[in-house]
C-alpha cells in the first residue's frame, strides 16, 4: 500500500518564484511526517518535521490532517534550493519509515 | 565529528554469490535503519534495529536478506543468493532514539549480473 505519494516527479520553478512540493499520505493514526532534502552530490539528511513546527532555510509544512497532506513550501525559490526532496512518513512508534518516490526541484536562474 | 559510514561505496556480484554490507553509525546512536532504494524510487524501510536487536524487521523482502547488529554499533546486512533484482543503492541511516533525525550513510551501491 503506497503510504505517502508525491505526484510530481519533477517541478521546475523560476529564481524567486513561490514553490509547492506535494506530499499526501494515507494513514489513519497519528503519524509524524518529514521532509528530507538530497542536493547534488550528498547525503540524504532531514529538512524539516511537522512536531517541530520550524522554517528551515525559508521551507515551511503544515500537517492537514483532513486533507492528509504535507505540502512543502517556499515563498521565493533560490537557485541553492534546486535538489531531490522526499516526503516521509513514520508511525507514532518511530519503528518504520515510509518514504515517498521524490520530487525533483530544478530552480532556473 | 564522523558521520555514518558504508562500505563498501560500491558493489558488483554474481547472481546466486553472497554479499555483505556494513555500516558504521554515529557513535552514541542507539537506532539504526536499513533502506534499499531503486532507481527512481524513495528509500524503502527494510529493518530497525534498537540497540543489538531487530526492533522491526518486517521491511525485509524475503529470507535471503538478513541484518546483524551485534554490539550495538556496526550493523551488517547480509543477502544470499543475490538476484538481478537485488541491484539498488542500500542506505544506512542512525539516530539517537527512533523519534529522532536520522542521519543517513552514503550508501552502497550493489549490482548483481
Known amino acids: 500500500a503506497q503510504r505517502v505519494t508525491q505526484p510530481e516527479k519533477l517541478l521546475s520553478v523560476f529564481k524567486g518564484a513561490p514553490v509547492e512540493l506535494k506530499c499526501n499520505y494515507s494513514?489513519?493514526?497519528?503519524?509524524?511526517l518529514f521532509w528530507y532534502v538530497q542536493y547534488s552530490r550528498q547525503r540524504l539528511q532531514l529538512l524539516l518535521r511537522?512536531?517541530s513546527r520550524e522554517s528551515i532555510k525559508g521551507f515551511t509544512a503544515d500537517l492537514n490532517k483532513g486533507e492528509t497532506s504535507f505540502h512543502l513550501k517556499k515563498p521565493f525559490a533560490q537557485e541553492e534550493d534546486s535538489a531531490m526532496y522526499y516526503c516521509?512518513?513514520?508511525?507514532?512508534?518511530?519503528?518504520?519509515?515510509?518514504f515517498g518516490t521524490g520530487t525533483s526541484l530544478t530552480v532556473i536562474p | 565529528g564522523a558521520g555514518v559510514s558504508q562500505t563498501p561505496s560500491n558493489k558488483v556480484t554474481e547472481k546466486g554469490k553472497y554479499v555483505e554490507l556494513r555500516c558504521d553509525p554515529i557513535?552514541?546512536?542507539?537506532?539504526l535503519y536499513w533502506y534499499r532504494q531503486s532507481l527512481g524510487q524513495g528509500p524503502e524501510f527494510l529493518i530497525y534495529?534498537?540497540?543489538?536487536?531487530?526492533?522491526?524487521d518486517s521491511g525485509l523482502p524475503n529470507d535471503r536478506f538478513f541484518a546483524v547488529r551485534p554490539e550495538g554499533s556496526v550493523s551488517t546486512l547480509k543477502i544470499q543468493r543475490t538476484e538481478r533484482g537485488d541491484s539498488a543503492v542500500y542506505l544506512c541511516?542512525?539516530?539517537?532514539?527512533?523519534?529522532?533525525?536520522?542521519?543517513f550513510g552514503p550508501g552502497t551501491r550493489l549490482t548483481v549480473l
Open positions: 511537522h512536531i
Open positions: 557513535s552514541g546512536h542507539t537506532a
Open positions: 494513514y489513519s493514526g497519528s503519524p509524524e
Open positions: 541511516a542512525s539516530s539517537w532514539d527512533s523519534y529522532n533525525e536520522q542521519f
Open positions: 534495529f534498537q540497540g543489538t536487536g531487530a526492533a522491526d
Open positions: 516521509a512518513l513514520s508511525y507514532d512508534t518511530g519503528n518504520q519509515f515510509y
